[in-house]
Antibody, heavy 116, light 108 residues
Framework: EVQLVESGGGLVQPGGSVRLSCAPSGFSFSTYWMTWVRQAPGKGLEWVGYINPDGSERVYLDSVKDRFTISRDNAKNTLYLQMNSLRVEDTAVYYC?????????WGQGTLVTVSS | ENVLTQTPGTLSLSPGERATLSCRASQRVYMNFLAWFQQKPGQAPRLLIYGASNRAAGIPDRFSGSGSGTDFTLTISRLEPEDFAVYYCQQYGSTPRTFGQGTQLEIK
């Protein structure tokens, strides 16, 4: 069974940093593109970016491009989202998603709250 | 950026009725790479339709997708109580990937 478990969310101050992790299981992680999607409280879904299987290609939403970094460690079977210079508007549930086109498998998400 | 606009914002119907949800793109969606998701409170989105008209595995046949180019439709033929939720369309034919703002399907 495919599972994706996010962790690392919490309360962070504006301007601060946080690193989210996603632990996949039930499939060969190193062969899949992976995506992050976020959802602000009570709002719709917003694509954040994706990474290719070997980590050499990454594409980002413009509003996060110079602040967020998606990376992966295939040896440790983990996907990351490093978030720097956080803003109040980055407050959201962040979902880890398998694939970058047809996305069947989503994690349950981890909440990041940016507030002073 | 390919902006997706969903209508209506809220749809109030009764179980057993037919639901028609619309998604209009600001640019042609490459290869009709358009998906529909269902989301219930506190849950992750669930893929219903991909490639505009292909049902994902395990999705009941009362859900169907149609359309091409810039205009797409999700139809639920006979609403079941568990179908009341928020529905999103998403295009995955270009970057940035974009979602519609959602249609809230509520019980009348």
């Amino acid at each position: 069974e495919v599972q994706l478990v996010e962790s690392g969310g919490g309360l962070v101050q504006p301007g601060g940093s946080v690193r989210l992790s996603c632990a996949p299981s039930g499939f060969s992680f190193s062969t899949y593109w992976m995506t992050w999607v976020r959802q602000a409280p009570g709002k719709g879904l917003e694509w954040v970016g994706y990474i290719n299987p070997d980590g050499s290609e990454r594409v980002y939403l413009d509003s996060v491009k110079d602040r967020f970094t998606i990376s992966r460690d295939n040896a440790k079977n983990t996907l990351y989202l490093q978030m720097n210079s956080l803003r109040v508007e980055d407050t959201a549930v962040y979902y880890c998603v398998r694939g970058h086109t047809v996305t069947v498998h989503w994690g349950q998400g981890t909440l990041v709250t940016v507030s002073s | 950026e390919n902006v997706l606009t969903q209508t209506p914002g809220t749809l109030s119907l009764s179980p057993g009725e037919r639901a028609t949800l619309s998604c209009r793109a600001s640019q042609r969606v490459y290869m009709n790479f358009l998906a529909w998701f269902q989301q219930k409170p506190g849950q992750a989105p669930r893929l219903l339709i991909y490639g505009a008209s292909n049902r994902a595995a395990g999705i009941p046949d009362r859900f169907s997708g149609s359309g091409s180019g810039t205009d797409f439709t999700l139809t639920i033929s006979r609403l079941e109580p568990e179908d009341f939720a928020v529905y999103y369309c998403q295009q995955y034919g270009s970057t940035p990937r974009t979602f519609g703002q959602g249609t809230q399907l509520e019980i009348k």
